[in-house]
């Protein structure tokens, strides 16, 4: 990292516009993944606003964003319904909090580096289709599944291709109308010529101008065309307290009489060790997409975690994670530093104090336009064909990883990608490492660089083509590693070799350290 972005305050005039658009994306997610996990509403603004803030003071990670994650939305609504009281559920919330913290100590973070970058490519490019394919109904006024989930199969009882075909009876004229003139002004100032003429423009958010405009066009239709007025069931919804009193009695507190209750337990390791996860793979991805190629201390980032759900146990708030969406959003719009991260918290804070009513006017379908950019940003069809261009063993765990996690979720997706990945990994390091040169009854075996437990049945199989009256040379000068597997089948070759009158020796170099049994060596 050069030391011009280790200044958290030198790049606020890329940060700051930063912000404000993952402020504007991270409303609506925070809002739809505390509805969708059966959480009141205040706790996802809650949890938005620490990880903002708290997770983004801790972290070193400078692009990272954490939030409400849909990833734990099932966990999240099976802990609430199991466990007696809300008071409960933030305690377990706190306990993985703490499992994180001691992952940290543990170094666990070093799990991310073992993930194939074809399938930190394929999760990318799947957040991106789906978020495309989950705003196209919320462009369209169909908001029957909340903003926050991401699932395949919903809460509503349908599923991403269902709600495509649903939405099609239940289209709003008024919000066809926002949406897509929303999503063609964002695609077209990415490139405007007038932001390259007018510096100041250069720092001026495309989505801030798209929710004036959505907030103003629904006030402009409701005074002169009533019938393309957006309702309030197309706004969003934030609670609204009276007086400040209302305001904190939105916060609540863990019960720790619950500290013996093994559900809580249960919940909180499976809370902490899926968030950790989660969390990994985001850091990850979003190290791929810096444009300054950084690498995040994973370490670092499981205590700042660990720290954040600790304090949202604490105060009322709901898991977070590392969330790929906000953080691709915090990129794709200039981000540089953890600044954008705390600012896009306190601009949360901020705004659900002084102008809940304002951020209420705000429609639905501005906001799925620029969701819909970001995740188009995400799975370009340039990345398709790149992935294509690298071969079969980039491109297959790639497609594969992007499908399952379409009709699954990303946990699972994750998984059947890895397992695919790492098929070609084996399938692609699964070469003969073992030369056989006969000559009469003299044999010379000599292995490559490594043996590994893949050899195994191919030297079993030299082994056993050995004939009566052989001499027999095991080269391993050349070897640097042998399982420990095949130095036993090697041991068990020497050792009964004179059963079948074979002479054995070994070849190795000066003071080459093996277990192979020493014979005559040579």
Not at 111 to 133: N, Q, R, T
Not at 299 to 314: V, W
């Amino acid at each position: 990292m050069t030391p011009k972005f280790e200044n958290l305050t030198s790049n606020l005039r890329y940060d700051a516009p930063a912000a404000l658009v993952v402020f504007l994306v991270a409303l609506p997610l925070c809002l739809g993944i505390a509805l969708a996990s059966g959480v009141p509403l205040f706790a996802g603004i809650l949890t938005g606003v620490i990880g903002g803030v708290v997770v983004g003071l801790i972290s070193r990670s400078p692009l990272s964003v954490s939030g409400p994650a849909a990833g734990l939305t099932v966990i999240v609504l099976g802990a609430v319904e199991k466990l007696p009281t809300f008071e409960a559920f933030l305690l377990a919330v706190m306990l993985a909090g703490a499992l994180q913290i001691l992952l940290s100590v543990l170094k666990a973070g070093v799990i991310g580096d073992f993930i194939p970058s074809a399938v930190i490519k394929g999760m990318l490019a799947a957040i991106g289709l789906i978020l495309i394919l989950k705003q196209i109904p919320h462009a369209l006024g169909y908001d029957r599944d909340p903003e926050g989930d991401l699932a395949f199969v919903q809460s509503d009882g349908g599923n991403t291709f269902s709600t495509l075909l649903r939405m099609l009876d239940n289209i709003s004229p008024g919000a066809v109308i926002i949406s897509s003139i929303s999503l063609a002004f964002l695609f077209w100032w990415e490139g405007a010529s007038l932001r390259k003429r007018v510096q100041w423009f250069q720092y001026l958010p495309g989505p801030l101008l798209v929710v004036a405009f959505g907030i103003l066009a629904n006030i402009f239709f409701k005074a002169n065309f009533p019938a393309l007025a957006i309702s309030d069931s197309h706004l969003v919804s934030i609670p609204v307290a009276e007086s400040f009193g209302e305001f904190f009695k939105q916060f609540h507190f863990p019960d720790f009489t619950q500290i013996g209750n093994r559900d809580v337990w249960t919940s909180a390791v499976t809370i902490g060790l899926v968030a950790s996860i989660e969390t990994l793979l985001c850091i990850e991805a979003v190290d791929k997409l810096d444009p300054l190629k950084r690498i995040s201390p994973t370490n670092r980032e499981l205590f700042a975690q660990g720290i954040g759900n600790m304090t949202a146990g604490l105060i009322g708030g709901m898991p977070l994670t590392s969330v790929i969406v906000r953080s691709s959003a915090n990129v794709s719009s200039g981000g540089r530093t953890r600044m954008s991260t705390i600012l896009h918290g306190v601009l949360l804070a901020l705004c659900v104090i002084a102008i809940p009513g304002l951020l209420n006017k705000i429609p639905l379908a501005a906001l799925a336009a620029v969701l819909i950019s970001v995740g188009y940003k995400l799975t370009q069809p340039r990345i398709f064909v790149e992935k294509y261009e690298k071969g079969w063993a980039h491109l297959i765990p790639f497609v594969v990883t992007i499908v399952a996690i379409l009709l699954t979720d990303l946990l699972i997706g994750i998984g059947v990608g890895l397992f695919v990945a790492g098929a070609f990994i084996l399938y692609n390091n699964f070469h003969s490492a073992i030369i056989h040169i006969k000559e009469g009854n003299k044999h010379l075996i000599r292995f490559k660089k490594d043996l590994s437990f893949l050899h195994r049945h191919e030297l079993k199989r030299v082994l056993k083509s050995l004939t009566e009256g052989s001499d027999v040379v095991i080269d391993v000068s050349r070897t640097s590693f042998i399982d420990l597997d095949n130095i036993e089948i090697i041991n068990d070759f020497i050792q009964t070799a004179h059963f079948k009158n074979i002479n054995v020796s070994v070849h190795r170099l000066s003071g080459q350290a093996t277990q192979i049994i020493n014979t005559s060596e040579t």
